[in-house]
């Protein structure tokens, strides 16, 4: 198969050679590559963020939840219960109680969120219950269960007793309900510290007596078998209660729950992307230099070429086919260096972090103890596909420089 003479021509003066123009074209085409296995590596990570978080929060939040759009007790819990059960698809289904409560021993104090549950129904929609490292999941009269970055906050363990307080406490100008003393009975870890750190149980009767409610709970907890059906679910559920509760009271999925981390993710991806392609750009912009470089020292021969009838279109094919190849083996080298540097990204961020005595991965900030990543094949196909465009019009330039050079002017002092 013979190859198009432009092509030709393209892979002859893109040969190397000892000269100054192979040198910057090396290193056009190394930024062309640091550039690629930037983008992918940034947005690898990025995915692999979100896929974590996402995973995080359907670990330990349910899929849909049903509450009062502002804040109202559910007094009758019961009805809705059994009625969400019968929904197809549905795995469990827990009525809770939540609020803000301090915790306090002789030592520390600490703000916790704390959950009123039913242990019998939380374990259809909770894994607390099987993620108990000491003690038992035991929510009786005046027990409580802790995760144990906050047992380590308060240096508590199994069998000691918390003094618990909530804003509820004071419910009149002269009156105050005493707090309660609960004993720790379990200290449950899920891997997450907010939660880890932050979230409380305690049976349905304790939360009630503390937070001042007298009968209800302020959701019910729906747990389904295939989360990424809540949109559809969430329908069936609102459909099935009306007429059972009040229209204030509306099915929340986990995703409407927690739009705004995923949106955040979303535009801080997109934010990245566009910041590091400028870093492609300043690469073609490289490219065009050494294109414009090589057509200053070939002047003779594109007058010889012109001078024979070759067309205006094979001397612009030339400089288009040589930004094509550059992008081409930048992208193929980028993808490479990308993949290499993600199989390993742990034990660079572990090299980095104990060479320069860094943490780069703070627990409390980030809840991970690796560097999450997950490859998308359309973000690597939109990488290299702008890259190639962006070399490829890189020969614009100098094919126009070209095509305007007039064949007697070329040869005049040859």
């Known amino acids: 198969m013979r190859l198009p003479f432009s092509l030709f021509l393209a892979f002859k003066y893109l040969k190397p050679k000892r000269s100054c123009v192979s040198v910057v074209t090396l290193i056009s085409m190394l930024g062309v590559t640091i550039g690629v296995a930037v983008l992918i590596v940034v947005l690898s990570v990025m995915n692999g963020f979100d896929d974590v978080w996402r995973d995080k929060i359907l670990k330990f939040n349910t899929h849909i939840s049903i509450e009062s759009r502002y804040g109202q007790v559910i007094a009758y819990p019961d009805s ?8 197809e698809g549905v795995k469990g289904v827990a009525p809770c109680l939540t609020g803000v409560a301090m915790l306090q021993t002789e030592e520390y104090s600490v703000v916790a969120q704390l959950r009123g549950v039913d242990p019998v129904y939380e374990q ?12 038992k999941y035991a929510l009786g009269e005046e027990e409580i269960v802790i995760g144990d970055k ?3 906050k308060l240096n508590v363990h199994v069998g000691d007793v918390l003094t618990v307080y909530a804003p509820q406490s004071l419910v009149g100008d002269d009156e105050f309900r005493l707090p309660l003393d609960l004993t720790v009975s379990g200290i449950y870890s899920v891997d997450m510290y907010d939660f880890d750190s932050q979230v409380v149980f305690t049976s349905l009767e304790t939360a009630q007596s503390l937070f001042v409610v007298e009968q209800g709970v302020h959701s019910v907890q729906v747990m389904l078998e295939d989360e990424y059906t809540a949109a559809e679910k969430t329908m069936e559920v609102a459909e099935r209660l ?5 229209p204030a009271f509306v099915p929340w999925t986990w995703m409407e729950k927690n739009g705004s981390l995923f949106a955040v993710l979303h535009v801080e991806k997109n934010m990245m992307f566009f910041l590091l392609a400028f870093v492609a750009i300043v690469a073609a912009f490289s490219i065009t230099n050494t294109l414009i470089t090589l057509t200053v020292q070939k002047t003779r021969e594109i007058g010889l070429l012109k001078s024979l009838g070759f067309g205006n279109g094979g001397i612009t094919g030339i400089f288009f ?5 550059q992008g081409a083996l930048g992208d193929m080298l980028g993808v490479g260096i990308a993949m290499l540097v993600l199989k390993y990204r742990n034990n660079l961020l572990h090299m980095m972090s104990s060479r320069f005595n860094l943490e780069l991965l703070p627990p409390e900030y980030y809840q991970l103890s690796q560097l999450p990543s997950h490859i998308s094949g359309a973000d690597v196909g939109i990488v290299c596909g702008l890259v190639l465009v962006f070399c490829t019009l890189s020969g614009l330039v100098p094919a126009m420089l070209s095509t305007r050079m007039e064949p007697v ?3 005049r002092y040859e």
């Open 80 to 87: 809705i219960l059994e009625e969400v059960a019968k929904v």
């Open 124 to 135: 259809s929609v909770s894994p607390v219950p099987e993620c108990i490292q000491s003690g």
């Open 150 to 152: 906050l047992s380590y």
């Open 242 to 246: 009306k007429g059972v509760i009040s």
């Open 321 to 325: 086919w040589m930004g094509l190849i």
């Open 409 to 411: 002017d070329a040869l």
